[in-house]
């Protein structure tokens, strides 16, 4: 047997129990014993049943002093209950279904229990609790999450057979010389103690090689990728003079912007398309930058194309990159699929025929009868709305074109190296000049009606607001119940003279992005929403937002809702409403009315909520990772990007190192579809 035989073969698992390995995607040894504990319960300081605290978890040692008879509650639900005792006290103990371990425990004989304790404060309980003999040696026990039929003893045994087997022997892919350069242990040792440290410190060590492992495998994926999307281009651009552009804009560029084209034009020069991401802060003025890129697609003889998740994006760009590059004798169009049929098909006869320089548009762009006649640049806004077929449709309308990606999304650099890894990264960390910070306060419930005035004031000096709705926890139907009457409330109220719309997460987007084009064309002032205000709409005029329960929502997300204000001439405000002023509120809320730096921002977020709550579902793409938290590991993460420096120098394939280029590929083949493109 070695790692790569199936987990049925191995000795007490057999078919029945193979498939509910299976279910939980454990189809090899290798699988089996990279299946790690979800955490360690620890046998060794058992308390006395009475001072064991109701609602929590609690190891207990006691002796059986009675097995009740097995009772049927109904078909299918057989309850085995069982008195056990310390010196003082008596525990009821209930298993369900579960005649294995009933028939197992014998009466007089004294067992450790580990499980919640639940009951009343004459009788405690503990249901299903993990059971081991009192005399048994080995008192830190790993903990799996499991599936139904598959209990933690069988997994327990299951994973000491399969350590048996192949442990001692499992090839280790990390080079030596990697190993001792950072202090790993061997990989056979890391495993072992993974599932059943020999001690606190063993643990530790095995879970930082492993953590390791898991970082340096990203790290290399996502380098190998990146060399892998070198193609070559067709779309070498030999005139990358941007001075003519610069003297017709309207403004003079920041400095950061100014560095973000340099980056761009250095790109495009190659005969290897661009890949490179545009992060920076709402109103850093990426599409400024794009417009650049533009510009020299079509100073080549080229078009350029730029895709937005919706109609109201499409078309602000369209307005925005016309206004840039009009003056300078560019044919600008915008695509969507709400234009009438003529129309829409003389656009796309134009593109083909390539009478048209740029486009902007949604998902229109990449319908199969829209073609180009000589596509050499696609930049998407962002990118996380689009599928990776979407993107991929994207870029094959032209010939490996060069590819740029805008994202108002700041995060942290070292995150930002993994999660877009096979993209170069140019960052707008500057605001054009003369843009006013928004003014941000936090208060409680009882200014409501005070901020709630200076709402109004702001309208009725001609300006408009948002205010985000209270979070409503159960479902969305009540979600927009709530935001509903809210805003009933706010009409019979102060607001009565002012036309208020209302936007919630129950809405078609074609309802969505009407209430959106009513409140751009200031026919509605005020405007109701839950969380779903678009992404980059800009407003310039609206100059206040309310957030209600502030508390609820992470800094990032506060930071994204408040870009939505200080986008024009005018000075601009957030009020942060909170209910629940507790320390650690006004601690997060002191935050955000001490800073506007999205980047500041997300890596106080990053540090509050921790790594899982901070990216939210895998929307960015990256592999789960088992192991290591890119929040806490932060350490580890930057060894493991200098080591992975130093093997990719060594072997920019990896082919020297063909188990450690096998796991990488492994790792993205079943993960990472989703950064590939
Ligand atoms: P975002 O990064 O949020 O997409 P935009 O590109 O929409 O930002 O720019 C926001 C506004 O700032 C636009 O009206 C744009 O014309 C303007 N702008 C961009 N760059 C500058 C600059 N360097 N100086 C002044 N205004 C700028
Ligand atoms: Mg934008």
């Known amino acids: 047997m070695d790692i790569n035989s199936s987990v049925s073969c191995l000795g007490g698992v057999g078919k029945k129990r193979g498939e509910l390995y299976n279910k939980l995607k454990i189809f090899t040894l290798e699988d089996l014993i990279y299946y790690f504990p979800r955490r360690y319960d620890d046998y060794s300081c058992p308390v006395p049943i009475g001072e064991a605290q109701i609602n929590e978890h609690a190891v207990i040692s006691a002796v059986i002093t009675q097995k009740l008879p097995a009772a049927r ?69 790993p903990v799996y999450h499991l599936t139904e039929g598959l209990t933690a003893n069988m997994v327990t045994q299951n994973m000491e057979t399969a350590l048996k087997v192949v442990g001692d022997d499992f090839p280790d892919h990390l080079p030596d010389d990697i190993r001792r350069e950072y202090s790993l242990p061997a990989l056979n040792y890391a495993l072992h103690n993974i599932h059943f440290p020999e001690s606190d410190h063993g643990m530790e ?26 193609k070559s281009t067709g779309y070498i651009m030999k005139d990358t003079d941007l001075s003519e552009f610069f003297s017709a804009l309207p403004f003079e560029l920041t400095g950061a912007q100014k560095r973000a084209c340099e980056d761009i034009a250095a790109d495009m020069r190659r005969d290897y398309p661009m890949n490179r991401l545009i992060q920076g802060d709402v109103g850093s003025g990426k599409t400024a930058v794009a417009a650049a890129a533009c510009y020299m697609a079509v100073k080549n003889h080229t078009q350029a194309a730029l895709m937005a998740p ?6 602000q ?164 119940m709530a935001a509903t009457s809210y805003k ?28 959106m084009q009513l409140f751009k064309d200031n026919e509605i002032q005020l405007l109701v929403c839950t969380t779903v205000v678009e992404v980059g709409v800009d407003v310039p005029n609206a100059t206040i937002m309310l957030v209600e329960n502030s508390d609820r929502f992470g800094l990032s997300q506060l930071h994204q809702l408040r870009g939505r204000v200080g986008r024009g001439k005018y000075k601009s405000s957030c009020i942060l409403v909170t209910d629940n002023p507790t320390e650690e509120t006004r601690e997060r809320l ?40 890119i929040a806490s590991d932060r350490e580890l993460l930057s060894q493991a990007q200098k080591a992975a420096d130093t093997l990719i120098a060594r072997s920019p394939d990896l082919s020297a190192y063909p188990m450690l280029k096998e796991k990488t590929e492994k790792m993205f083949a079943e993960n990472a579809e989703d950064t590939m493109n």
Do not use: W
């Not at 010196?87 to 004989?109: F, P």
């Not at 790290?219 to 070198?230: D, F, H, I, T, V």
């Not at 990118?383 to 994202?407: D, I, T």
């Not at 009315?593 to 895998?618: H, V, Y």
């Open 205 to 230: 060590i095995a879970r930082r090689r492993l953590a390791f492992d898991e970082l340096l495998t990203l790290q290399l994926g996502m380098k190998l990728l990146k060399s892998r999307n070198r």
């Open 590 to 629: 002191k935050i955000m009315a001490s800073t506007n730096d999205g980047f500041k921002i997300s890596e106080e977020d990053l540090k509050m909520r921790g790594a899982g709550d901070f990216f939210g579902e895998r929307q960015h793409g990256l592999p789960p990772l088992k192991i290591a938290d």
């Open 310 to 315: 919706t109609e109201i994006l499409a078309k």
């Open 317 to 480: 760009h369209y307005d925005t990159l016309s206004g840039f590059l009009e003056p300078l004798g560019i044919r600008v169009a915008c695509l969507t699929g709400s234009l009438p049929p003529k129309q829409k098909n003389e656009l796309k006869e134009r593109l083909k025929n390539g009478d048209i320089d740029v486009v902007t548009g949604t998902h229109a762009l990449i319908s199969r009868s829209t073609e180009f006649q000589s596509l050499s640049l696609v930049i998407t806004d962002e990118q996380h709305r689009f599928g990776v077929n979407q993107r991929k449709a994207f870029a094959e309308k032209g010939e490996s074109p060069h590819k740029l990606v805008m994202s108002a999304t700041p995060i942290p650099r070292t995150l930002a190296l993994i999660i877009y890894g096979d993209l170069d990264i140019s960052v707008l960390n500057e605001l054009p000049k003369g843009r006013q910070p928004v003014e941000t306060y936090a208060v409680t419930g009882k200014l409501r009606e005070r901020a709630l005035g200076y709402v109004k004031k702001q309208l009725d000096d001609g300006r408009q607001g948002y205010i985000v709705c209270p979070l409503v926890e159960d479902s969305e139907v009540s979600e927009v």
């Open 73 to 141: 509650i109904r078909q299918g639900l057989v309850l085995y209950k069982i008195v056990a005792a310390d010196q003082r006290d008596n525990i009821t103990i209930t298993y369900y279904n579960n005649r294995y371990i009933y028939d197992r425990l014998i009466v007089g004989q004294e067992y450790l229990f580990e499980g919640r304790v639940t009951g009343g404060f004459t009788r405690k309980e503990m249901n299903s609790p993990s059971v081991l003999p009192a005399d048994t040696k080995e008192l830190f026990r």
């Open 488 to 515: 009933n409330e706010l009409e019979r109220g102060i607001f009565a003279d002012y036309n208020i719309g209302l936007l919630h997460g129950q809405m078609n987007s074609a309802e969505k992005e009407r209430v």
